[in-house]
């Protein structure tokens, strides 16, 4: 049996579906869970959907994908502009990490224009809303497939 995805969410993504459709749509994070396993199925995977406020969690759940994932999507939300902790979590493990965010934080304020995630992960995807977590689910069994 092949290790499942993780698709792992940081700070205040619960709360999506419920402000900020404009920057975030109208997907909550149980549809953003059911896009992914619907997605994975389709191609043959399996996925663990976990969502965190605290970044030690988001560190733990990284160090357990070193073993139990075969690839990592990971939205670490604002924790992706600050976290010197997640930067050594991704360094640290061989299993692929896809970076991906609802919006491009690339085109709003400057404090999001730093990645700690990116220089540490092996792609990006940002700017494409809901519909990124599916193309990141694609981007993480490519690289499961080609990574073993
Ligand atoms: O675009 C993304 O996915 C982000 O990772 C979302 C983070 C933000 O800090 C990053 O710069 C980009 C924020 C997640 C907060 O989500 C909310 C959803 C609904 C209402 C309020 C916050």
Redesign the pocket.
């Known amino acids: 049996m092949a290790k499942p995805i993780f698709v792992l969410n ?4 619960n ?2 579906g ?3 459709p404009h920057i ?1 749509g109208a997907d909550s994070l149980s549809d953003l869970q059911a896009r992914c396993e619907a997605k994975a199925a389709a191609l043959g995977h399996t996925v663990v959907f976990r969502q965190t406020n605290k970044e030690g969690e988001l560190v733990d759940w990284l160090n357990e994908a070193r073993t139990e994932a075969c690839a990592v999507i990971l ?4 924790y ?2 600050t976290s010197i902790a997640i930067y050594d979590a991704i360094k640290a493990m061989a299993t692929p990490v896809v970076e ?4 491009n ?1 690339q085109a ?1 304020e400057a404090f ?1 224009h730093v990645s700690m995630v990116s220089p540490a992960a092996k792609g990006v995807i ?1 700017g494409f809303g809901a519909k990124g977590y599916e193309l990141a689910i694609e981007a993480a069994v490519h690289l499961a497939s080609t990574s073993v």
């Open positions: 940081g700070p205040n993504l709360l999506l419920t402000r900020e975030y939205n670490a939300a604002a992706s502009h991906c965010h609802l919006s934080p709003r999001r940002s």
